[in-house]
């Protein structure tokens, strides 16, 4: 079965639905749900860095093959690796 979605089907299918961090599409908006799964150390770091539970973020890039992340928060561009985006949970804004 093939679905022929526009962009506001698709977003609003997905509105309200948590995800990984690594999931999102390059430009989209999303807030942070859940930063629990990291480890301190980094929790800290990207909380120094404005990124927190409740956080608005906008993924700028993505590196090939599983590599890092570039997002956008509070006007700072933050990367980040691709297994620690895994852990990060968001919904769409």
């Known amino acids: 079965m093939c679905y022929n979605l526009s962009e506001n089907n698709y977003h609003s ?34 909380a120094a860095f404005g990124l927190s539970e409740g956080s608005e973020l906008r993924m700028k890039q993505k590196a090939m093959f599983k590599g890092p992340c570039t997002l956008e928060c509070r006007g700072q561009l933050i990367s980040i690796r691709h297994c620690d985006a895994k852990m990060i949970k968001v919904e769409l804004a």
């Open 13 to 46: 299918l997905l509105r309200g639905k948590v995800m990984s961090l690594v999931d999102i599409k390059i430009g989209e908006k999303v807030l942070v749900k859940s930063v629990q799964s990291l480890d301190q150390l980094l929790k800290r770091r990207l």
